[in-house]
């Protein structure tokens, strides 16, 4: 059974950095794509940045030049280091794993992140 759990969630002030991680357990291989969601209140879960198995990512226009994405292959494990956080960061922070193309996603429990001063 694929399990995902992301960590690394926590409260910081405007400008500064935070690092999330996402394991994913119970995958047999390298997983095809990690991405990383987020979710404030009252609004749509959206993306924030993703990463394929072969190393190619994607990341938001929101994140971009703020956000990256990597990954350790070995222990299937993503990271999405975010700086430079504004206010509007603030939002409960979800991975999505999807072992292998044309299979569903599994997602994990979430980390809240809060930027506030």
């Known amino acids: 059974q694929v399990q995902v759990v992301e960590s690394g969630g926590g409260l910081v002030q405007p400008g500064g950095s935070l690092r999330l991680s996402c394991a994913a357990s119970?995958?047999?291989?390298?997983?095809?794509?990690m991405g990383w969601y987020r979710q404030a209140p009252d609004k749509q879960r959206e993306l924030v940045a993703s990463?394929?198995?072969?190393?190619?990512?994607n990341i938001a226009e929101d994140g971009k030049g703020r956000f990256t994405i990597s990954r350790d292959n070995a222990k299937n494990t993503a990271f999405l280091q975010m700086n430079s956080l504004k206010a509007e960061d603030t939002a409960v922070y979800y991975c999505?794993?999807?072992?292998?193309?044309?299979?569903?996603?599994?997602w994990g429990q979430g980390t809240q992140v809060t930027v506030s001063s």
């Open positions: 999505n794993v999807v072992p292998v193309l044309g299979s569903r996603g599994y």
């Open positions: 119970g995958v047999t291989f390298r997983v095809y794509r």
């Open positions: 990463i394929l198995s072969t190393g190619n990512t």
